[in-house]
């Protein structure tokens, strides 16, 4: 009955019949992702079991780092599936990987935390002139960490400085580090403030108290994407019951991060920061993550297009994908419709 679903959802979403006679098992799945809360529904989809039909292999994991090493990956044809920030994506795209987004995982994910000498600069005064401010008071720039040029937190960071608080770049000094680098500068003091995704937020405030978010997602970059899921065009034209099963997994996993953070929490635990995340802590970060989880790709499709003007304006996208070409919206609306 299950099976028939699908072959129904995805002939009313116009996608091709193509191996809907096949098994609904197809092929053990190459799965990419990093280990970090923005991909939590691929660990729910996995401990819960709805990541794939009954009777497919368990899909080959590969963990990876950092968004540079994936996209390398992706271009090099490695993985039929990855959670990925649209950073990489759109950087794999362009220059020529053979991959779809069908998912959106998170949305206004980076936030802006400042320590104690420079959180009191945006609690009062006007916040376009923080910066400018602390460093006459200071003789001295304030610190700002984020991910290297290039990277989606940092193109946030900038084009909250740059498009909403209108304040000069000039006045920060500029730190790029990894996120665990930026969590232990910040725990150490080492710099003035950094903009950092989940659970670094909740686990900084936990641990140094004089800190503030002084901004959050949907003020640095409304709607801006974060990671998402990417599948091959082969998968697609191959194995499209796949493609379906893990967008519908998608959804159900976004649902319950946001309806059950306390059962959600369990499942994420075993994957970021290797399990050895306090479980209340990773809790707190999905409960402060519950307006960013967002599985729907078309909310995400303008900002995106929108992120790659800008990242073109910063002069770090050196190549341009095309949006349109990028995001296959089939499978969500399809998995939408089944719903009703």
């Known amino acids: 009955?299950?099976?028939?679903?699908?072959?129904?959802?995805?002939?009313?979403?116009?996608?091709?019949?193509?191996?809907?006679?096949?098994?609904?098992?197809?092929?053990?799945?190459?799965?990419?992702?990093?280990?970090?809360?923005?991909?939590?529904?691929?660990?729910v989809a996995l401990e819960n079991g709805t990541l794939q039909p009954p009777g497919a292999p368990a899909p080959r994991l590969v963990s990876f780092q950092s968004g540079p090493a994936m996209t390398q990956a992706l271009i090099a044809g490695q993985l039929d599936v990855a959670y990925v920030g649209i950073g990489p994506a759109l950087v794999a795209r362009a220059k020529g990987a053979d991959i779809k987004v069908v998912a959106s995982n998170i949305v206004e994910q980076v936030s802006v935390v400042a320590l104690g000498e420079l959180a009191p600069y945006f609690a009062s005064g006007d916040p376009s002139t923080a910066f400018a401010r602390f460093a006459k008071d200071k003789g001295r720039k304030a610190r700002i960490a984020s991910y290297p040029k290039g990277a989606v937190p940092e193109a946030a960071l900038q084009h909250w400085i740059r498009k909403e608080l209108k304040a000069n770049?000039?006045?920060?000094?500029?730190?790029?580090q990894g996120e665990a680098q930026i969590q232990q500068s910040l725990m150490t003091g080492a710099i003035d403030g950094g903009a950092v995704l989940e659970p670094t937020t909740s686990t900084v405030q936990r641990r140094v108290p004089e800190a503030r978010v002084v901004a959050r997602g949907s003020q640095l970059f409304p709607k801006q994407p974060g990671a998402v899921l990417v599948v091959r065009e082969k998968l697609i034209a191959e194995h499209p019951e796949r493609v379906q099963q893990l967008v519908r997994a998608q959804i159900d996993a976004s649902r319950l991060l946001r309806d059950d953070p306390a059962k959600a929490s369990g499942y994420v635990q075993k994957y970021v920061g290797g399990g050895r995340l306090d479980p209340e802590l990773v809790q707190q970060a999905i409960r402060n993550s519950h307006d960013q989880f967002e599985a729907d790709p078309r909310v995400i499709i303008e900002p995106t297009r929108q992120l790659q003007d800008f990242q073109a304006e910063l002069g770090t996208q050196a190549e341009r994908a095309d949006i349109a070409q990028l995001f296959d919206t089939r499978f969500y609306e399809a998995a939408a419709k089944a719903a009703q």
Not at 4 to 24: D, F, I, Q, T
Not at 169 to 176: E, G, K, N, Q, S
């Open 169 to 176: 770049p000039a006045d920060i000094d500029f730190i790029y």
């Open 1 to 43: 009955m299950l099976r028939k679903l699908y072959a129904a959802a995805l002939l009313a979403a116009g996608l091709s019949s193509v191996c809907l006679a096949a098994s609904a098992a197809g092929p053990a799945l190459e799965i990419g992702y990093l280990p970090i809360l923005p991909d939590a529904q691929l660990f």
